[in-house]
T-cell receptor, first 118, second 114 residues
Framework: AQKITQTQPGMFVQEKEAVTLDCTYDTSDPSYGLFWYKQPSSGEMIFLIYQGSYDQQNATEGRYSLNFQKARKSANLVISASQLGDSAMYFCAMRELIRTGANSKLTFGKGITLSVRP | DSGVTQTPKHLITATGQRVTLRCSPRSGDLSVYWYQQSLDQGLQFLIQYYNGEERAKGNILERFSAQQFPDLHSELNLSSLELGDSALYFC?????????????FGPGTRLTVT
């Protein structure tokens, strides 16, 4: 069974600095995807970045990058040049590659709260 | 804006009642997923539909049911509501079921059972 672990307590970062949010995962499947979502206080879930298990390079999307270490089963999110609007809950999630007709749900971690200080 | 719409945004009802949550996926997306987010359970997958057919079930109670209609919108029905059903219910959609595409989430329906 898939499992996502996010154990950091609430994180704080100074505006304009970089921050790393940790995520470890466990799966027995060789093909899977790792995702990060942001949930601001308004409640919506915003997709940030995706990393496939066979991708050779770490994913990047603007100020977001994913530090993917397959052997260690970690997929940490790095936010560069933090902004006040980055204050939110961040969820790491996993999805296994499926055959047509099978389950492709997302399994989420418990989330990490990030607060950006001015 | 993810392109996924959910109604209503807020719902307050009493124990024992029945409610229906509605979701319209992004244009072109065939898969719809329902998730429940509560303080004690976190984000949990409930059920998935693909092009009108149920494809996967997660931790969905027997009091809950869902369906996806020919126009691809989906409804989640919650009956015999209990206080513990108070949660944020998300609908998500994705374009292809068999691949690792991201899921786009709607704004959620916040259900409060009193």
């Amino acid at each position: 069974a898939q499992k996502i672990t996010q154990t950091q307590p609430g994180m704080f970062v100074q505006e304009k600095e970089a921050v790393t949010l940790d995520c470890t995962y466990d799966t027995s499947d060789p093909s899977y995807g790792l995702f990060w979502y942001k949930q601001p206080s308004s409640g919506e879930m915003i997709f940030l970045i995706y990393q496939g298990s066979y991708d050779q390079q770490n994913a990047t999307e603007g100020r977001y990058s994913l530090n993917f270490q397959k052997a260690r089963k970690s997929a940490n999110l790095v936010i560069s040049a933090s902004q006040l609007g980055d204050s939110a809950m961040y969820f790491c999630a996993m999805r296994e590659l499926i055959r047509t007709g099978a389950n492709s749900k997302l399994t989420f971690g418990k989330g990490i709260t990030l607060s950006v200080r001015p | 804006d993810s392109g996924v719409t959910q109604t209503p945004k807020h719902l307050i009802t009493a124990t024992g009642q029945r409610v229906t949550l509605r979701c319209s996926p992004r244009s072109g997306d065939l898969s719809v997923y329902w998730y429940q987010q509560s303080l004690d359970q976190g984000l949990q997958f409930l059920i998935q539909y693909y092009n009108g057919e149920e494809r996967a079930k997660g931790n969905i109670l027997e009091r809950f049911s869902a369906q996806q209609f020919p126009d691809l919108h989906s409804e989640l029905n919650l009956s015999s509501l209990e206080l513990g059903d108070s949660a944020l219910y998300f609908c998500a959609s994705s374009v292809i079921q068999g691949r690792l595409h991201e899921q786009y989430f709607g704004p959620g329906t916040r259900l409060t059972v009193t």
